[in-house]
């Protein structure tokens, strides 16, 4: 599977308050998450982002708490993975876990900006920014992860293999 699509940059260090505020987090509704998703470092976001965009990020994009609706905010928004130069454990781990592909490339990372289109080879793991006309590699998503992915998620995954 690839992708191509827009990018929304950003920096070092966003943390799971900053991607989904916690006074927005009174419910589980993942289009309910989606208005408010990146609300306090981009107010913009939510009414930009379009249904396959990218975010591309820094060093430990994620960090913070554990709760999975951090990632469950950027896929419902419309993002279509995230590319960062390092992710917070918790948050990779709940990133798949919900079905939301994420690849760690630090050239990625420093030489895509803002508004740069991409496209992502999930298979490969080669990214290529039709902006700049550069080529970047991440390491590939084994296929089992991108098993869970297509399945929309581990617990999708799993009903699958056991039904």
Request: net charge negative; aromatic share 8%.
């Amino acid at each position: 599977m690839s992708i191509e699509s827009r990018v929304f940059k950003y920096g070092d260090n966003v943390d799971t308050d900053v991607i989904i505020p916690a006074r927005h987090l009174n419910t589980s509704d993942p289009a309910e998450l989606a208005k408010y998703c990146m609300e306090d470092i981009d107010k913009s976001f939510a009414g930009r982002v379009q249904k396959g965009d990218v975010i591309v990020a820094g060093e430990n994009f994620g960090c913070g708490s554990s709760r999975e609706h951090a990632p469950i905010a950027i896929k419902a928004s419309g993002i279509s993975c995230v590319i960062a130069s390092s992710f917070a454990r918790i948050f990779y781990r709940n990133s798949f876990n919900i079905g939301l592909p994420i690849f760690e490339c630090e050239e990625a990372s420093k030489r895509i900006d803002d508004g740069d289109k991409i496209s992502v080879d999930f298979e490969t793991g080669i990214i290529k920014n039709i902006t700049k006309a550069e080529e970047y590699r991440a390491q590939p998503l084994p296929e089992f992860m991108r098993s869970i992915i297509d399945a929309d998620g581990l617990l999708n995954y799993i009903k699958k293999q056991v039904g």
